[in-house]
């Protein structure tokens, strides 16, 4: 089966692409520059070289394939550049897969991110393609990569969600998730909620990335106003500080403490925990 993949090269597709290739799909992968790709992806993947504007290259790719990945970069546009490429697919005929956000935000009064999956969403369910929905929680790849930063700089870790726990993912699970609902149409129509194995706090990721590592991670208690504010200091554009404010507002109030069976229900495996993540990026920690 070949599989149109976009947003092969963030966080997310380079999982979503190795589990394809280990499972002998064909994979095209659009992607901006090759010379940044080839080393982020497995030598089988074939690369198109091409962004979301290249219209006549994404009309050709999807008439080749039988589905597309649908992954682009969250933003202001994130919706209107989906719903595109959803007319696209529908134009072709090519079965979609998104991959959408944390479930518990995924509403027309979500923040703002969730809010654009759920007009994404729905607009996939009323193109008349086929498709299938993936809603990964908050990756470690983005929220434990963070916390490396400041342990490595700080010894320490802000926490902005005070009390509440969250059901991380690591992106290998949400690519091997994603991997399998690309390529068996009995995933049709089907939103699957993806989760780690538990749902920890802060403080018990601190306590952890302490054992893993050796270092005394110190927790330090911030609101998540003060987080986003550090994020535009650091360089982040106002959308995505405001992006990251309202995320982590929601996650303070517990709503994304939800664990799920769909990763095991999916792949046959269970999740990666954040103990397995941080042993296997130990050097993240320690510099
Ligand atoms: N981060 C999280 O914790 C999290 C959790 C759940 C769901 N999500 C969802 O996952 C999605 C983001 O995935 P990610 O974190 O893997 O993304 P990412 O790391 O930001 O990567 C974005 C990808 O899109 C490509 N891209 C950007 N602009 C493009 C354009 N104009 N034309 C073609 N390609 C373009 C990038 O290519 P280049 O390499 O050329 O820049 C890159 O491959 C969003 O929908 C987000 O809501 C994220």
Redesign the pocket.
């Given at each position: 089966m070949t599989v149109f993949v976009?947003?092969?090269?963030?966080?997310?597709?380079p999982h979503v692409i190795a589990s394809l290739v280990a499972r002998g799909e064909r994979v095209r992968a659009?992607?901006?520059?090759p010379g940044?790709?080839r080393p982020l992806l497995p030598a089988d993947a074939e690369l198109v070289q091409?962004?979301?504007?290249a219209i006549p290259t994404v009309e050709a790719e999807l008439a080749a394939a039988a589905t597309m990945l649908l992954?682009?970069?969250?933003g202001p546009d994130?919706a209107a550049?989906q719903n595109t490429l959803i007319d696209l697919a529908t134009r072709a005929g090519t079965r979609v897969v998104k991959?959408?956000?944390?479930s518990a935000g995924i509403r027309p009064d979500g923040p703002d991110?969730?809010r654009q999956?759920f007009d994404a969403e729905k607009h996939l369910a009323d193109s008349g393609v086929p498709w299938a929905v993936v809603?990964?929680?908050?990756?470690m790849?983005?929220?434990i990569v963070a916390m490396a930063a400041t342990v490595r700089e700080r010894g320490l870790i802000a926490n902005p969600l005070g009390t509440a726990g969250i059901s991380l993912v690591d992106?290998a699970d949400?690519g091997a998730a994603a991997a399998a609902v690309l390529t068996d149409p009995r995933h049709d129509g089907r939103h699957y909620v993806l989760t780690g194995p538990a749902a920890p706090t802060y403080a018990e990721i601190a306590a952890v990335i302490s054992e893993e590592t050796g270092v005394d991670v110190k927790v330090l208690d911030v609101t998540p106003e003060q987080a986003g504010d550090a994020a535009r200091a650091r360089g982040l554009s106002d959308w995505e500080a405001g992006h990251l404010t309202e995320m982590l507002g929601m996650f303070r109030t517990g709503a994304s403490e939800y664990v799920t069976t769909d990763v095991e229900e999916v792949t046959g495996r269970q999740p990666r925990s954040v103990r397995d993540f941080v042993r296997d990026h130990r050097h993240l920690f320690t510099g």
């Open positions: 976009t947003g092969a090269t963030g966080k997310l597709g659009l992607v901006r520059d940044k790709a091409g962004d979301f504007a992954l682009t970069p969250h994130m550049v991959v959408s956000g944390t991110a969730c999956h809603r990964p929680n908050g990756f790849q983005t929220l992106c949400v």
